[in-house]
């Protein structure tokens, strides 16, 4: 059973509107938790990198958050733009242990 | 470029095949991961070197599978036998820490295998 599991599977959403992706990790501690964008066809790119002391975290218009005590992080995404439709995937670092989730598939529509 | 390097992009191999997957990671990156990705799926942990040290090989799913990164910098995945279920597209990801849980993991673009 995957240790991190991330809903939605998929979301379509109009753009300039806000959505926010969910991310459920089952085991701890770690050493921190990161969201990743993935364009089609392309490599998962960092967005957020947060410790398990940390609640929350922007970067831009994408805002991670994080409960260690619920073991949920989630990402939030404002004023969707064409260009934010691709995969979210959250991953669980502990030391060398990755662990990523098998993302969330968003599609933002005009 | 300065990014993470994987050649070929796009591999069709006939079962039984052997295949050899190439990742050159960012210069003087430390730790170098190669991931397997299902369609529509998220990365599943192949195996992992810091230098040319291969210190976690647990997530290799068969013999078949074997990587190798003899001088700590270019890496070679390499698929014997192939079979239907080894299509995917496999991600070379690399980091300048030793134990990449705080720095950024920066992958490539990946290899889209795909098995007839």
């Known amino acids: 059973k995957n240790q991190v599991e991330q809903s939605p599977q998929s979301l379509i959403i109009l753009e300039g509107k806000n959505c926010t992706l969910q991310?459920?990790?089952?085991?701890?501690?770690?050493?921190?938790l990161r969201w990743y964008k993935q364009d089609t066809g392309r490599g998962p790119v960092s967005l957020t990198i947060?410790?398990?002391?940390?609640n929350t975290k922007s970067n831009g218009r994408y805002t991670a958050t994080l409960d260690a005590d619920t073991k949920q992080s989630s990402l939030h995404i404002t004023a969707s733009q064409l260009s934010d439709s691709a995969s979210y995937i959250c991953?669980?670092?502990?030391?060398?242990?990755?662990?990523f989730g098998g993302g969330t598939r968003l599609m933002v529509k005009p | 470029g300065a990014g993470v390097s994987q050649s070929p992009r796009y591999k069709v191999a006939k079962r039984g095949q052997d295949v050899a997957l190439r990742c050159d990671p960012i210069?003087?990156?430390?730790?170098l991961f190669w991931y397997q990705q299902a369609l529509g799926q998220g990365p599943e942990f192949l195996t992992y070197f810091q230098n040319e040290a291969q210190l976690d090989k647990s997530g290799l799913p068969s013999d078949r599978f074997f990587a190798e990164r003899p001088e700590g910098s270019v890496s070679t995945l390499k698929i014997q036998r192939t079979q239907q279920e080894d299509s995917a597209v496999y991600l070379c990801?690399?980091?300048?820490?030793?134990?990449?849980?705080?720095?950024?993991?920066?992958f490539g673009e990946g290899s889209r295998l795909t098995v007839l």
């Open positions: 947060m410790t398990f002391s940390e």
């Open positions: 990801a690399s980091s300048p820490r030793q134990t990449p849980n705080t720095g950024e993991l920066f």
């Open positions: 210069s003087g990156h430390v730790s």
């Open positions: 991310c459920n990790y089952t085991v701890s501690p770690f050493s921190n």
């Open positions: 991953e669980r670092n502990a030391g060398n242990m990755l662990t």
